[in-house]
C-alpha cells in the first residue's frame, strides 16, 4: 500500500490526529511510527530530487511535498509542545506530579521528557530572580481573597514544612492554613478547598 | 485540671472563658515559626459536638488562628490519637469537644506526659465529670481546663470531699509513709468503677504531696496532724460515699457544648444568626434525644428567644402573625425566627398523616402499630376536618387554611385521645427564597441522619409525588449523597484528576474493611458538618432522614407486634437478630433511636420499675437494652436506655456502669465503641451471658 500513496498523505494524518487533540481536548500519544514514516518519506524524496541534473515539474512537486512534510512535522510537534506547556503551567510548576503520572508519561516520547525538563529548569532559575516579590506559579484565575483558607484532606501528602511549622496533612481531617503555603497542593490535588 | 466558670461568675481573680480563649490566641501568636499545627480541636460525632466545632472553627478564624480538626469515634479512637499526638512538638493547645471528661486526663495514660506548654480545654456536656479534672490544683493541673457552665458552684460538697480524700495522709501511717498506703484503702472503691472511666484519685498525687505537710516541723507537725489533718474513719467513710454517689448515680448531661461556645461568641462579642442557629440545634439536639428535661429546655430556650430578637428585629405588623405563617421576606432573608414546633416528626416535610404515624408521642398515646390504632388516627384527623385526600398531601401543598387551622384544631380535639402538650417552643430558620422555612428539630433530624447513615448503607429514599401511582420511574431512588458530591467535582486538569476513592485501591483484606468502615464513618462526619451551613444538602437529607424514620417504625412495630420485648427483673430486652433492616440498626446511634421509641411508644403501657442505684433510693422509670446483631462483625451491638416515666421528663442512664460490671462479671469480650458508656459491643456468643449478668446486677441494687 505505501507505494500507491499520495505524497504528504501521511502528513495528513499527523494533521488529523493535532486536530483530533485539539476537538477533544487530550494529549494523545506520541505518534512515532507515523512521523518515522513521514521523515522516510522525506529522505526518498529527497534522494529523488538529487538524481536529476535540471528543474522539472516532478521536481517542483517533489519539493512542494518536502516543504509540506517540515511543515506538517513541525506543526504537529509544536502542537504539543504547547499542550505539554500548558500542562505545565496549570500544574503550578509541579514536574514531577507530572512525570510521575504514569497516564502522562506513556504518553510523551522521551525527547519531550527532556523538553519538560529544560523547560522547567529554566523557569525555575527564572523565577528565583525575583520569588520574594512575585510568584509567577501561582494561579491567575482565582485571586485570594483570605490570608488563610480551609482544607479538606483528599488525599494523603505526609508531612508538609511551611514557613510557619511542619503540618502533618492525614485523610479525613480539615484544617486552616494559611494559603500561600498550600496553594500547590490544592491545585495538585492533594487537597480540596472548602 | 482547674474549672472555667461561665462569665457571669466570672471576676478578676477567677479567669472564665475570655481569657482561656485570649491565651490561646496569645500561645498562637507568641509562636509564629511553630503556629502551623499548634491548635487541634478533637470532635466527637453527635450534632452538638458539630455545632460547637462550627462555632469554635469560626471564631478561630476570624482570628486567623491556624487550626486542625479531627473527628474522634470513641475511647479507642482517643487512645490512637493521643499517641499520633505526643510526636507533635509543637502542639500547645488541645481542645475536645464532648468528651473526656469523665477521663482523668492528668494521669499517664492520657496527657499527663505530655510537655509543660500543653493546654487541654475540655467542653463536654457528659456528666459526671471526673472529680480530679475539676479540682486538682498545681503546675500540672493548671494545664488542663474544664469549661463549666455553672454546676461546679454547687459541687462544694463534693470538692470538699475529694480535696480530703486526695490532701490528706492516713491516719495511722507514718507522716512520711508514701501514699500507697492511700492506694490499698480506696481500692474497694475504685473497683466499683472501671477503669475506662479512668476515676484515679490515687493518681500522680505524689506530686501533691508536697501542698501538705513538707515544710512543717516536727513539732507543730505532731500538733497539727492531731488537730486538723487526721481524719477520722467515720469522716473518711462520708466522703467516700458522696464520691461514689457523685460517680455512681448515673450519667446525665449538662450545657451543651454549642452553647458554651456561643457564651464564649457572646462575651467577645461576635455573635450572629448563623451561630446563634448553631447553638439553637445543640440545644434541640439534647431535648429530642431526651437527654435534659423539658424544665432545662425552657431555661435555655428563653436565653435564645430573647437572642432571637435582639439579633433578628421583625416589623411590628409581622411579628403579630400566626407562627405558621413563616415566610422568608426577601431573597437574602436568613434570619431565625422563634416558632411554636409540633411534636410531629419533620412535620412540615411529609404528609399530616405521616408526620403523625412517625411521630413516637402519637405512637404511643394512639397505638399506631394495630390497625385499631392507625383507625384511630385517621379518626381523629377526620374530627379535625382535614379530608383524608388532603392528609395524604405534603405539607407544603395543605391547603392554606388547615394550615392555619391546624394548631387551634389541634388544642381542642387532641386531649380527648389523650394527646397533651403537643407543642413546644422552638425556632426555625428561613433561607431566603432558596428553601421554605426549616425547623430547628427538622434540622437536627437531617443532620443526624447524615452523621449514621449518609454513606455506608444503601438507603433507599422516596420520591416526592411518587406515591400513589404518582410517578413513572418508581417510588424510590438510592441515597447517594456522599459520592455525589465527589463525583461532581470539576477535573481540574487531565494530571491530578482522576478522582477514584483513594479507598478503594487501599483494602484488600479484613483491616481493610474496617479501615473503610472507619473512612465512612469520617465522611459522615464531614458531609453532616458541610451540611450545617449550606441549606441544598440539609434539605436532600431530610428525605434521608424521612426513610430512616421509617425502618424506625417497621422494626418498632413488628417488636411490638410479635411481642418480642422479655421482660427481666430490672428492666427491658430487645434482641434483633434478623429483619429487613438490620445492616441498618448496627449503627449505635440508629438503635439507640429506636429504643428511644420504643420508650415513647410505650410510655403509658408498661409499668415503670424502680431502679435503685447505688443507694437504695430509687425513682420508677423505663430501662430498656436493645441489642442488633452485626451480621458482618459477628458482634452484637448493645445500647441501654433509661426512659423517664413522664414525658419531658429525663433519667440519669445507669446503664453505662451496670455494663461495665457485668461485663467484669462474665469476662464478655467486648468493647465499648463510643464515648458512651451505656452503647457496648460484644461477641455473638456472649450476649446471653452478658444479658444474664446483666440481669443480677440490676438485681444487686
Known amino acids: 500500500m505505501t507505494d500507491t500513496r499520495q505524497f504528504g498523505d501521511l502528513a495528513t494524518q499527523l494533521i488529523a490526529e493535532s ?18 514514516s513521514i521523515i522516510r518519506e522525506q529522505r526518498d524524496l529527497e534522494k529523488m530530487t538529487e538524481t536529476s541534473q535540471n528543474v522539472t515539474p516532478a521536481m517542483l512537486i517533489y519539493q512542494t511535498t518536502i516543504v509540506r512534510n517540515k511543515r506538517c512535522l513541525l506543526a504537529y510537534h509544536k502542537h504539543r509542545m504547547d499542550r505539554l506547556r500548558d500542562m505545565y503551567w496549570t500544574t503550578g510548576g509541579a514536574l514531577p506530579h507530572i512525570l510521575s503520572n504514569q497516564d502522562i508519561r506513556g504518553k510523551l516520547s522521551p525527547h519531550e521528557v527532556d523538553f519538560l525538563r529544560q523547560y522547567s529548569t529554566s523557569v525555575m532559575d527564572y523565577r528565583a530572580g525575583f520569588s ?6 501561582a494561579s491567575i484565575t482565582h485571586p485570594p481573597k483570605d490570608l488563610h483558607v480551609l482544607v479538606h484532606v483528599i488525599r494523603d501528602c505526609g508531612i508538609i514544612q511551611t514557613e510557619l511549622g511542619t503540618i502533618d496533612f492525614q485523610k479525613g481531617q480539615r484544617f486552616m492554613v494559611r494559603r500561600a503555603d498550600i496553594e500547590h497542593l490544592i491545585v495538585q490535588g492533594y487537597l480540596e478547598e472548602v | 485540671m482547674v474549672f472555667l466558670p461561665p462569665p457571669h461568675l466570672a471576676s478578676a481573680s477567677r479567669p472564665a472563658y475570655a481569657e482561656a480563649y485570649a491565651n490561646i490566641l496569645v500561645a498562637h501568636r507568641r509562636s509564629p515559626l511553630t503556629s502551623a499545627s499548634s491548635v487541634i480541636i478533637l470532635v466527637a460525632p453527635d450534632v452538638d459536638a458539630l455545632c460547637a466545632a462550627k462555632i469554635l472553627a469560626e471564631l478561630l478564624k476570624q482570628d486567623d488562628v491556624m487550626h486542625r480538626i479531627i473527628p474522634v469515634s470513641g475511647l479507642a479512637d482517643l487512645e490512637r490519637m493521643k499517641d499520633e499526638l505526643a510526636t507533635y512538638a ?11 471528661a469523665i477521663l482523668d486526663l492528668s494521669s499517664e495514660n492520657w496527657f499527663g506526659e505530655f510537655s509543660m506548654k500543653l493546654t487541654v480545654h475540655i467542653i463536654d456536656s457528659n456528666r459526671p465529670q471526673n472529680l480530679a479534672n475539676m479540682f486538682a490544683g498545681g503546675e500540672n493541673g493548671e494545664r488542663f481546663i474544664v469549661w463549666d ?13 475529694w480535696e480530703a480524700l486526695t490532701y490528706e495522709p492516713e491516719p495511722d501511717s507514718d507522716e512520711d509513709s508514701e501514699l500507697n498506703d492511700e492506694d490499698s484503702v480506696r481500692s474497694n472503691e475504685g473497683d466499683d468503677l472501671d477503669d475506662d472511666e479512668g476515676f484515679s484519685d490515687r493518681g500522680p498525687s505524689g506530686k501533691r504531696r508536697s501542698l501538705g505537710d513538707g515544710d512543717r516541723s516536727q513539732e507543730k507537725r505532731r500538733k497539727l496532724d492531731d488537730q486538723s489533718t487526721r481524719l477520722s474513719r467515720e469522716q473518711r467513710e462520708t466522703h467516700h460515699k458522696l464520691i461514689a454517689k457523685y460517680y455512681g448515680s448515673g450519667s446525665w448531661y449538662g450545657q451543651s457544648a454549642s452553647a458554651t461556645m456561643y457564651i464564649l461568641a457572646t462575651v467577645l462579642e461576635r455573635v450572629d444568626c448563623d451561630l446563634l442557629w448553631l447553638a439553637i440545634l445543640g440545644l434541640t439536639f439534647q431535648y429530642t434525644t431526651a437527654r435534659i428535661s423539658r ?5 435555655y430556650h428563653s436565653i435564645y428567644y430573647d437572642e432571637v430578637f435582639r439579633l433578628n428585629p421583625l416589623p411590628p405588623d409581622v411579628a403579630a402573625n400566626t407562627t405558621d405563617a413563616i415566610t422568608a421576606m426577601s431573597p437574602d432573608d436568613l434570619s431565625v425566627r422563634a416558632a411554636e414546633d409540633l411534636r410531629f416528626m419533620l412535620f412540615r416535610h411529609w404528609t399530616l398523616y405521616d408526620a403523625m404515624y412517625h411521630s413516637s408521642y402519637v405512637a404511643g398515646k394512639l397505638g ?5 390504632g392507625r383507625k384511630r388516627l385517621t379518626g381523629l384527623l377526620a374530627k379535625m376536618g382535614f379530608s383524608i385526600p388532603q392528609t395524604q398531601q405534603p405539607y407544603a401543598h395543605m391547603d392554606l387554611d388547615l394550615k392555619h387551622q391546624l394548631r387551634a384544631k389541634l388544642n381542642s380535639i ?8 403537643l407543642t413546644y417552643p422552638s425556632f426555625a430558620r428561613c433561607f431566603g427564597y432558596r428553601a421554605s422555612p426549616l425547623g430547628a428539630a427538622d434540622a437536627v433530624e437531617a443532620v443526624s441522619a447524615l452523621l449514621d447513615v449518609a454513606g455506608g448503607i444503601r438507603m433507599e429514599v422516596e420520591v416526592e409525588g411518587a406515591r400513589h401511582g404518582g410517578e413513572w420511574f418508581g417510588g424510590g431512588r438510592l441515597w447517594e449523597g456522599g459520592r455525589k458530591g465527589e463525583e461532581k467535582r470539576e477535573k481540574r486538569i487531565e494530571v491530578g484528576s482522576r478522582q477514584k476513592d483513594g479507598d478503594d485501591d487501599v483494602d484488600a483484606d479484613v483491616d481493610g474493611e474496617e479501615r473503610k468502615e472507619r473512612t465512612w464513618w469520617v465522611k459522615n462526619f464531614w458531609a453532616a458538618y458541610d451540611a450545617l451551613s449550606d441549606i441544598v444538602p440539609l434539605r436532600d437529607a431530610l428525605s434521608l432522614a424521612m426513610s430512616l424514620h421509617r425502618a424506625i417504625i417497621r422494626q418498632g412495630t413488628s417488636i411490638i407486634d410479635k411481642q418480642d420485648i422479655r421482660t427481666m427483673r430490672s428492666h427491658r430486652v430487645v434482641v434483633l437478630s434478623q429483619g429487613p433492616d438490620l445492616a441498618l440498626f448496627a449503627h449505635p446511634g440508629v438503635l439507640a433511636r429506636l429504643g428511644l421509641w420504643l420508650v415513647d411508644a410505650l410510655r403509658d403501657r408498661l409499668p415503670g420499675t424502680k431502679i435503685g442505684g447505688l443507694q437504695g433510693r430509687g425513682k420508677k422509670s423505663l430501662p430498656f437494652v436493645v441489642a442488633c446483631l452485626n451480621e458482618r462483625t459477628q458482634t452484637y451491638v448493645v445500647v441501654g436506655i433509661m426512659g423517664a416515666l413522664d414525658f419531658g421528663d429525663v433519667r440519669r442512664n445507669e446503664f453505662g456502669l451496670a455494663f461495665i460490671e457485668a461485663k467484669q462479671r462474665c469476662n464478655a469480650r467486648s468493647r465499648h465503641s463510643t464515648f458512651d458508656a451505656s452503647v457496648l459491643e460484644i461477641e455473638q456468643e456472649d450476649l446471653k451471658l452478658f444479658l444474664e449478668t446483666l440481669c443480677e446486677v440490676g ?3
Open chain 2, 295 to 299: 424544665n432545662t429546655y425552657d431555661k
Open chain 2, 90 to 100: 509543637e502542639l500547645h493547645t488541645l481542645i475536645l469537644l464532648n468528651m473526656g
Open chain 2, 368 to 372: 399506631i402499630w394495630k390497625e385499631r
Open chain 2, 699 to 701: 438485681e444487686g441494687y
Open chain 2, 414 to 421: 387532641a386531649p380527648e385521645y389523650g394527646l397533651v402538650e
Open chain 1, 19 to 36: 486536530r483530533r487533540s485539539t476537538l477533544t481536548d487530550t494529549l494523545l500519544k506520541y505518534n512515532d511510527n507515523l512521523v518515522r
Open chain 2, 149 to 161: 457552665d455553672g454546676e461546679a458552684e454547687n459541687m462544694g460538697d463534693e470538692r470538699k470531699a
Open chain 1, 132 to 137: 520574594n516579590e512575585l510568584d509567577i506559579t
